[in-house]
């Protein structure tokens, strides 16, 4: 049990840090987006 649990952990934290990576990802390019929109409607 102890190892399946511990393997369970490392599984869901992979899986945790990999969806916070794939969140700032997105969030960086909505944030370019909206910059370079905000840049193209100034010019």
Do not use: P
């Amino acid at each position: 049990m102890n190892e399946e649990m511990g393997t369970g952990d490392l599984i869901i934290g992979i899986v945790a840090a990999i969806g916070v990576v794939i969140l700032v990802v997105v969030f960086i390019v909505v944030v370019k987006n909206v910059l370079l929109k905000k840049d193209s409607d100034l010019q």
